[in-house]
């Protein structure tokens, strides 16, 4: 079936809908999918506020889900709080991967935006390659993956949800698909899986009883962890494989270990509270993080433990593990590795046979026990050299490493642990003849040159009942413009009767700091276009 330009999809009874959309179309109402509907590179599909989308469930001839959204021109599935756009199971028992989600493959042409919304029951929820889409206020729930970034999916989650779904979010080549204000939990499989050179920022969120673990870094990938409280898992943030992240200011705590390292791991971990799990930080095979600031205190075993291959002198023996090299001494011979590892960077010099653990603060009674036996005595806190001695590669014997926590912090670490999270952008009232009006999106523009055609920089989900909206920016300088109504087409421009009107206090700043992040009580009054 091909569904033509401006199609609304709003009568009860309609047939369900599969294939093309090859030009600027509106779905609202409820619109039945069974089948796969294509969005052509160049085309727009604008889901109305309070629009559900349901799916037909089971498979296709080929044991594919049958029912799915593949995107490669623009989504703008932009609901309100009390409107919400919806992505589901058409199932009269809706269960986990009943459809196959949607979709997002080679659609850089503008960004897709996704706000006020919620997918469910899906295979994976949203899965991204070469694109780049801006959701906000997004929940995902029943499904078996949330959102998975295949390659090169970049953008950003502000203030979303991912409840109940097997794994919350992974990442795969090169997306930096940021994450923020966020919560993922409940999760059988895990939170957060970061792989294959994948560097997203994951900041100000929530990490809560995702099973065995929070956060995975692995196999190359440098993700930024930043401000988040990570609860309830087996292993709060899960470390290995040449992975490169900063661990900064997080709330680590009620794990069984707070973070787990090993094999070839060069992490810096710093300004955290890592507290009240069973083992604070584990280090194993190589793992030679460096630890400053953080306050670890309070765990039921050891604040820091050295595993039973953590040796120096053993890894000089082993010069490839697990498709990593350790590269102090080369190998006699060239060794093929796999591909997603041929392009690693070599690894960077440590201190031979030391974790660096140095100013850091280890709770009151460690303390008095660090000052008494001096910086080369055994702390109880610590499990590492001066516990088990040695440990056996191929019938011989090694010294294990040890852990350097001196100098250490006296007192606790001011600052340590989550940032108040504070969200730049500007918030206000959309009035139409002197009342507060709904449907109304607001256009963010860098400048007044280009008349305000176009999307411009950024736009907000249309405005709730009460006139209120929100738009997230970046700091700077900005004209704010309202438009509506809520399905008039982003990039288009208002026709006669839609409604149109520009902030009396433009430009709009934004600033930088925390106390003027964001510019609030904006009002921008709007008029009919004649």
């Known amino acids: 079936m091909l569904l033509a330009a401006a199609l609304l999809l709003s009568a009860p009874g309609r047939a369900a809908v599969s294939g093309e959309i090859a030009g600027d179309t509106v779905w609202e ?119 998975v970034s295949l390659q090169d999916f970049h953008g950003r989650l502000l203030r979303g949800t991912l409840s109940g779904n097997d794994v919350g979010l992974t990442y795969y080549q090169n997306s930096t698909f940021h994450v923020e204000g966020s919560e993922v939990r409940g999760g059988s499989g ?39 409280t990570i609860r309830g898992h087996e292993q709060g943030i899960f470390l290995q494989l040449q992975c490169r992240p900063r661990i900064v200011r997080n709330a680590i705590t009620g794990n069984g270990a707070g973070i787990w390292g090993e094999k070839f791991i060069f992490a810096e971990i710093a300004g955290n509270e890592i507290t009240r799990n069973g083992t604070g930080i584990y280090c194993n095979f190589s793992a030679y993080p460096t630890i400053r600031g953080n306050n670890i205190h309070g765990n039921t075993g050891f604040g820091i433990v050295l ?15 697990m498709g990593g090299q350790f590269s102090f001494t080369p190998p006699q011979e060239p ?44 702390s109880a806190a610590i499990e590492d050299f001066y516990d088990k001695p040695d440990t056996w590669y191929e019938d011989a014997t090694y010294r294990r490493d040890r852990v350097a926590f001196a100098p250490w912090e006296a007192q606790p670490v001011a600052g340590a642990g989550p940032p108040k999270g504070v969200v730049p952008g500007v918030r206000g009232t959309v009035v139409f003849e002197g009342q507060p009006v709904g449907g109304v999106r607001v256009h963010a523009y860098a400048d007044a040159d280009g008349g305000f055609r176009g999307q411009g920089q950024a736009f907000s989900a249309p405005s709730a009942r009460d006139g209120s909206f929100a738009l997230d920016l970046a700091p700077g300088s900005y004209h704010l413009v309202a438009k509506g109504p809520a399905t008039l087409f982003p990039h288009a421009e208002p026709r006669k009767g839609d409604l149109y009107g520009s902030c009396g206090g433009n430009p709009v700043t934004v600033g930088a700091s925390e106390g003027a992040a964001v510019s609030e009580g904006i009002g921008i009054v709007v008029r009919k276009v004649e």
Not at 307 to 321: A, C, H, Q, T
Request: glycine share 12%.
């Open 335 to 378: 060794t093929v590795l796999p591909p997603q590892t041929r392009r690693f960077t070599p690894l960077p010099a440590v201190e031979e046979g030391v974790v660096d653990a140095r100013e850091n603060w280890w709770g009151a009674e460690a303390v008095a026990e660090m000052t008494r036996v001096g910086a080369n005595g055994n």
């Open 190 to 228: 895990g939170g957060i899986e970061c792989l294959r050179g994948s560097s997203p920022a994951i900041r100000s969120s929530s990490i809560l009883d995702n099973g065995p673990r929070g956060i995975t870094a692995a196999q190359g990938s440098s993700p930024l962890i930043e401000g988040n």
């Open 29 to 147: 109402g409820t619109v039945d999918v069974d089948g796969v509907v294509r969005v052509a590179k160049g085309a727009t599909l604008l889901v109305a506020p309070g629009t559900t989308v349901r799916f037909a469930p089971g498979a296709d001839e080929a044991n594919q889900h049958r029912s799915r959204l593949v995107v490669a021109g623009i989504l703008v599935a932009q609901g309100s709080a009390d409107a919400p756009v919806r992505f589901v199971s058409a199932a009269e028992r809706p269960g986990k991967g009943d459809w196959g989600g949607i979709s997002l493959e080679h659609a850089r042409e503008r960004p897709s935006r996704i706000s006020h919304a919620v997918i469910a029951n899906a295979a994976a929820a949203i899965t991204g390659s070469y694109s780049v889409l801006y959701a906000e206020d997004l929940r995902i729930e029943g499904s078996l993956r949330g959102i």
């Open 307 to 321: 595993g039973d291959n953590m040796s120096f002198v053993m890894e000089k023996r082993i010069p490839f593990r």
